[in-house]
């Protein structure tokens, strides 16, 4: 295998206002991503389509942003990062108009689409030319300052959208980007430098194969809920089985593949990513049902709907600080073994309360979802990357932001497909509210199983990154 480290000059003064670009980009990302899933149920009325089919505008975004995060660090390094963050950040905006203009759902999948094209390049890049021009002390306060937009956005999105599909229209949600577009390209245009580095080959069988896979599995999930769509979701997942086993064999044979295969031997990023994949199908269903369980079936406004949705998000960010001190007293196998099953548990507990149940019970039930969100979350993913060797470390963080990505898309199009199954069955169809039950109990019963995976961790595992 082909390992190497490149080496690229300093620059000598970096703008201290650079990770300000890293902030804009996923501020936005953010902002329009939790905007998006509390208006959904507007959007399918004006649409004339069923709320409990609109997961494929959210899917399609996550699914493009995965397939193409591993081609940013290539075409960074072949245009120079400020070309490249430009021209994504102007296709961004591009997509968010399309969207403001869509007339009918097709119509906004393919604009979310374009959207996703300019949204996979938007934070690894920025982050990119934060790591090769900052020097290595001042590396992880530049990356703090540029992603607490991160924790913020999923604060103000849920109520910003409600409000503004309440008292403006769903089509202010997408035209919101344009401004911050804007302002982004501004602010890349006099800081961001143009920093390009060595080329290496570009996988682009590997990618193919890799590509080919998501997207044939992804689809068995979106289609199979239609009993006479079964065979051809068969035929997908296969096609899609058979496209992973290719890749695998690539990556073996191939001396610059997309994902070395020597990753999967250092055990902790092994089960670090298997963990992150399944407990996130569960996870990532509940921002996308809990508006619709709402809205739909409570009846609530969007307002009040992302007010409540907002509480996850708050206690994620009170809880950072908590992170570190509950890593080192207890571990990362006994943190991740709880924390996952707890977290199932909590996602089970919403199938309990009803309309009538009083506000302050959802948003404790929902503050206590997002305190543990926080500690699952950060714990996931500095454990994943923690034993990598300096030569992995680049293949290693973008597998494991691919597969953040994609168990973002599984698991929305399987909390889809669970809530359209109970729906159509005997259980679901005199009451909506009951289809919702099932499906969180579901959903929260994946979560929990996952916890057995941080459970093969050992107890030292993680330990130096506590010391």
Same mark, same amino acid.
């Given at each position: 295998k082909l390992k190497m480290e490149i080496t690229l000059p300093i620059s000598p003064q970096p703008s201290r206002w650079l990770p300000l670009l890293l902030a804009i980009a996923i501020?936005?990302?953010?902002?329009?991503?939790?905007?998006?899933?509390?208006?959904?149920?507007?959007?399918?009325?004006?649409?004339?389509?069923?709320?409990?089919?609109?997961?494929?505008?959210?899917?399609?975004?996550?699914?493009?942003?995965?397939?193409?995060?591993? $081609?940013?660090?290539?075409? =960074?390094?072949?245009?120079?990062?400020?070309? %490249?963050? @430009?021209? !994504?950040?102007?296709?961004?905006?591009?997509?968010?108009?399309?969207c403001a203009a869509a007339q009918n759902l097709p119509m906004l999948v393919v604009a979310r689409m374009v959207q996703g094209v300019g949204g996979s390049m938007l934070a690894p890049v920025p982050r990119?030319?934060?790591?090769?021009?900052?020097?290595?002390?001042?590396?992880?306060?530049?990356?703090?300052?540029?992603?607490?937009?991160a924790l913020i956005g999923p604060i103000f999105?849920?109520?910003?959208?409600?409000?503004?599909?309440?008292?403006?229209?769903?089509?202010?949600?997408?035209?919101?980007?344009?401004?911050?577009?804007?302002?982004?390209?501004?602010?890349?245009?006099?800081?961001?430098?143009?920093?390009?580095?060595?080329?290496?080959?570009?996988?682009?069988?590997?990618? $193919?194969?890799?590509?080919? =896979?998501?997207?044939?599995?992804?689809?068995? %999930?979106? @289609?199979? !809920?239609?009993?006479?769509?079964?065979p051809f979701a068969a035929g997908l997942a296969v096609i899609g089985a058979a496209a992973l086993w290719l890749?695998?064999?690539?990556?073996?044979?191939?001396?610059?593949?997309?994902?070395?295969?020597?990753?999967?031997?250092?055990?902790?990023f092994r089960l670090g990513l298997a963990g992150n994949l399944f407990s996130r199908l569960g996870i990532s269903s509940v921002p996308f049902l809990l508006p619709l369980l709402f809205q739909v079936a409570f009846g609530f406004g969007a307002g009040l709907s992302g007010g409540l949705v907002a509480a996850a998000a708050f206690a994620s960010l009170l809880a950072k600080p908590l992170v570190r001190p509950i890593?080192?007293?207890?571990?990362?196998?006994?943190?991740?073994?709880?924390?996952?099953?707890?977290?199932?548990?909590?996602?089970?507990?919403?199938?309990?309360?009803?309309?009538h149940t009083p506000l302050g019970v959802w948003v404790?039930?929902?503050?206590?979802?997002?305190?543990?969100?926080?500690?699952?979350?950060?714990?996931?993913?500095?454990?994943?990357?923690?034993?990598?060797?300096?030569?992995?470390?680049?293949?290693?963080?973008?597998?494991?932001?691919?597969?953040?990505?994609?168990?973002?898309s599984f698991g929305i199009a399987l909390g889809a497909l669970m809530l359209q199954g109970w729906t159509k069955s005997s259980f679901g169809a005199e009451n909506l509210h009951a289809a919702f039950r099932l499906t969180f109990l579901g959903i929260g019963a994946v979560t929990f199983a996952s916890g057995f995976i941080f459970a093969r961790l050992h107890r030292s595992d993680g330990q130096n990154l506590t010391e």
């Amino acid at each position: 295998k082909l390992k190497m480290e490149i080496t690229l000059p300093i620059s000598p003064q970096p703008s201290r206002w650079l990770p300000l670009l890293l902030a804009i980009a996923i501020f936005m990302q953010m902002l329009d991503a939790t905007i998006l899933n509390t208006a959904l149920p507007n959007i399918a009325a004006d649409l004339d389509e069923s709320p409990l089919d609109m997961h494929s505008a959210v899917v399609v975004y996550t699914l493009t942003v995965a397939l193409l995060i591993p $081609l940013s660090g290539y075409l =960074a390094d072949r245009f120079g990062t400020r070309n %490249v963050f @430009v021209g !994504s950040m102007a296709v961004f905006i591009a997509g968010s108009l399309l969207c403001a203009a869509a007339q009918n759902l097709p119509m906004l999948v393919v604009a979310r689409m374009v959207q996703g094209v300019g949204g996979s390049m938007l934070a690894p890049v920025p982050r990119l030319t934060i790591i090769r021009v900052y020097e290595k002390s001042q590396l992880l306060n530049a990356i703090n300052y540029a992603v607490m937009p991160a924790l913020i956005g999923p604060i103000f999105g849920p109520p910003v959208g409600g409000y503004l599909v309440e008292y403006a229209s769903w089509h202010w949600i997408f035209l919101l980007n344009v401004p911050i577009g804007l302002i982004g390209i501004a602010a890349a245009l006099k800081i961001m430098p143009n920093v390009k580095g060595v080329r290496v080959p570009f996988d682009t069988a590997g990618f $193919l194969m890799f590509a080919s =896979a998501a997207c044939a599995l992804i689809m068995a %999930v979106e @289609v199979i !809920s239609h009993p006479q769509a079964v065979p051809f979701a068969a035929g997908l997942a296969v096609i899609g089985a058979a496209a992973l086993w290719l890749y695998a064999r690539h990556a073996r044979r191939t001396e610059t593949p997309l994902y070395a295969g020597d990753l999967f031997q250092v055990r902790t990023f092994r089960l670090g990513l298997a963990g992150n994949l399944f407990s996130r199908l569960g996870i990532s269903s509940v921002p996308f049902l809990l508006p619709l369980l709402f809205q739909v079936a409570f009846g609530f406004g969007a307002g009040l709907s992302g007010g409540l949705v907002a509480a996850a998000a708050f206690a994620s960010l009170l809880a950072k600080p908590l992170v570190r001190p509950i890593m080192a007293h207890y571990g990362y196998r006994g943190v991740l073994t709880a924390n996952t099953r707890l977290l199932g548990i909590l996602i089970m507990l919403v199938a309990l309360p009803d309309v009538h149940t009083p506000l302050g019970v959802w948003v404790a039930l929902l503050l206590a979802m997002g305190l543990c969100n926080s500690i699952q979350f950060s714990a996931m993913n500095t454990l994943t990357l923690a034993d990598l060797r300096p030569y992995q470390a680049g293949g290693g963080n973008s597998l494991m932001a691919v597969n953040q990505q994609l168990s973002m898309s599984f698991g929305i199009a399987l909390g889809a497909l669970m809530l359209q199954g109970w729906t159509k069955s005997s259980f679901g169809a005199e009451n909506l509210h009951a289809a919702f039950r099932l499906t969180f109990l579901g959903i929260g019963a994946v979560t929990f199983a996952s916890g057995f995976i941080f459970a093969r961790l050992h107890r030292s595992d993680g330990q130096n990154l506590t010391e």
